[in-house]
């Protein structure tokens, strides 16, 4: 009962995902940024165990999302119930809606929809140049939701301008535009976005360039915006005393 965004984007050495839903504390449980592995969303009847094995999946030489994503769902006992993606460090992805999920509910990786007459929900694949603004590889994921609209406004709206706060702004923004969309038909509760730098050789715990989460609110999306921008405005004194 949630939408979800991951991106990557190695041109600018980037990786996140934002998501909102009408369920408690969204960000404690959906979604988690490995700047050394990739992101890995988990939700609708959410199984957190499902994250380690999506990424645990990308680790193996020549390994791929789609490998990836079939090895983790094969552990899971009620895969049809599930929605879950995986990016990996280059952008490549894949995704699964069950088809017990709940609602209206699809994902999407680049152009390609996982619901039958549903097309040119985003475009193309990987990283490339859209309105002068670059783009991350991306997946999206709703369910719950009240269309199609709702994904596709996501991935309309974000960008990765260059830095981490700017796509950290840009995924917020994504969950506000799908929000605006319909959103979770349920309504509104919790939101959460996090962004960190690409680093193969990071160990844990990872350093993060922005982990916020609103966790019960009736206007989540936008409590988020306005927390973020708080955050942002305190940045350069952050990065001057070299403490969060």
């Known amino acids: 009962m949630t939408f979800s965004l991951a991106v990557v984007d190695p041109l600018h050495g980037l990786l996140g995902a934002a998501s909102a839903s009408r369920s408690l504390a969204v960000g404690n449980a959906v979604m988690i940024v490995d700047p050394a592995r990739g ?18 999946g990308l680790e193996a030489p020549g390994a ?9 769902l094969a552990t899971d006992d ?3 119930r599930r929605q879950c993606g995986v990016l990996d460090l280059t952008g490549r992805g894949a995704a699964h809606t069950g088809e017990l999920n709940v609602g209206w509910a699809g994902h999407s990786h680049g152009g390609t ?3 039958a007459g549903w097309e040119g929900l985003s475009e193309g694949s990987g990283v490339h140049i859209h309105d002068g ?16 609209e709702v994904l596709a406004a996501m991935t309309r709206t974000v960008r990765s301008p260059g830095s981490g706060d700017a796509l950290a702004l840009s995924l917020v923004q994504a969950l506000i535009a799908a929000d605006d969309a319909g959103g979770d038909i349920r309504g509104r509760q919790s939101a959460a976005v996090m962004v960190a730098g690409i680093d193969p050789e990071e160990s844990w715990p990872f350093t993060s ?3 916020l989460r609103v966790d019960d609110d009736p206007q989540a999306p936008t409590t988020l915006r306005a927390l973020l921008g708080t955050w942002l405005d305190h940045a350069a004194e952050r990065r001057l005393v ?3």
Request: net charge positive; with cysteine.
């Open 133 to 148: 603004l670059h783009r991350p590889s991306l997946i999206a994921l709703g369910n719950c939701l009240a269309g199609p």
């Open 64 to 72: 791929t999302p789609e490998a990836a994503l079939a090895a983790a």
């Open 209 to 211: 360039i922005v982990d």
């Open 113 to 115: 929809a996982a619901v």
């Open 39 to 56: 992101v890995s969303i988990s939700q609708a009847a959410t199984n957190r165990g499902l994250h380690g094995a999506l990424l645990s």
């Open 242 to 244: 070299g403490r969060r």
């Open 78 to 80: 009620q895969p049809e």
